[in-house]
């Protein structure tokens, strides 16, 4: 039997903690967020990685909102995008001190 699961995503499946899996979300291009949110949200609640599950519910928003007549997402909306990346690349850099 072969593994037909998205590398990144069996990545996230198997990672070693909470700090792996940051690193992983960190890295996830956009296309795969929108494309397996639902396996990324359950590998999230399934390890109670809450962190996680706020960063990808908050990164989808982000792809997923309605744009001004700028093409630009609204100004709270990614400023707390960023503070939700700057928390959780900080996190997953802690694990490699």
Same mark, same amino acid.
């Given at each position: 039997?072969?593994?037909?699961?998205?590398?990144?995503?069996?990545?996230?499946?198997?990672?070693?903690?909470?700090?792996s899996r !940051?690193?992983?979300?960190l890295?996830?291009?956009?296309s795969?967020?929108l494309?397996?949110?639902?396996?990324i949200v359950?590998?999230?609640?399934?390890a109670?990685?809450?962190?996680?599950?706020?960063?990808?519910?908050?990164r989808?928003?982000?792809?997923? !909102?309605?744009?001004?007549?700028?093409?630009?997402?609204?100004?709270?909306?990614t400023?707390?995008?960023?503070r939700?990346r700057?928390?959780?690349?900080?996190?997953?850099r !802690?694990?490699?001190e």
């Amino acid at each position: 039997m072969t593994d037909t699961m998205l590398p990144m995503l069996r990545q996230l499946y198997d990672a070693d903690g909470d700090r792996s899996r !940051a690193d992983i979300l960190l890295r996830m291009p956009d296309s795969v967020m929108l494309k397996y949110r639902g396996s990324i949200v359950e590998c999230c609640r399934r390890a109670s990685f809450e962190v996680g599950l706020a960063f990808v519910d908050m990164r989808t928003s982000i792809l997923l !909102a309605v744009r001004d007549e700028n093409g630009r997402v609204p100004e709270d909306r990614t400023a707390m995008a960023e503070r939700y990346r700057i928390a959780l690349a900080e996190f997953a850099r !802690a694990g490699a001190e």
